[in-house]
């Protein structure tokens, strides 16, 4: 396994893979022990996503590997389901599931979601068209948001 920190427009971002594929992408710095290598993959997810925020990429070609639960996973592939640009509930992401009741097992797993942007689960909202949870932070959101709602 390896990771690399980037800066980007939200923040010091990592990038970690293993065995090939990418399997974590998040805002900040971590603790682990994992060694710090720029490999050839790292560095083209990482060119995915300044495309992303230069608004020349609505869409990822990187091999991603999700790890978690079966319910978890459900809810990732529903995840990368969302249309850029656009949002929907966890309500909608739990009825997708074929579990209309998780709606909080649903944001449980967003906030678990290992890789950000790619999986975007910052297209959740709340019922209520309200910003509610996001493990990168409210702020990170509304800026990804803003972006591809073209207000950024």
């Known amino acids: 396994m390896y990771k690399y920190y980037y800066k980007t427009p939200v923040g ?3 990038i970690k893979e293993n065995d090939g594929y990418i399997t974590e992408i998040h805002v900040g ?3 682990d022990t994992v060694e710090e290598i720029e490999t050839k993959l790292i560095r083209k997810t990482y060119e995915e996503i300044m495309e992303y925020f230069s608004k020349k990429r609505k869409s990822f070609d990187i091999p991603i590997k999700l ?4 319910f978890q996973k459900r809810v990732w592939d529903a995840l990368i389901q969302i249309p850029y640009g656009k949002t929907c509930t966890y309500k909608d ?10 709606c909080r097992a649903v944001g449980g797993a967003n906030n678990k979601n290992p890789i950000m ?6 297209r959740v909202i709340g019922k209520n068209g309200d910003l509610v949870g996001y493990a990168g932070g409210i702020k990170v959101k509304q800026k990804l948001l803003d972006l591809e709602q073209g207000k950024f």
Do not use: F, R
Request: with cysteine.
């Open 117 to 122: 942007i790619i999986v975007p689960c910052h």
């Open 93 to 102: 992401i739990a009825e997708k599931i074929g579990n209309p009741k998780a």
């Open 67 to 70: 790890e978690g639960t079966e």
């Open 29 to 31: 710095k971590d603790s």
């Open 12 to 14: 010091i971002m990592c």
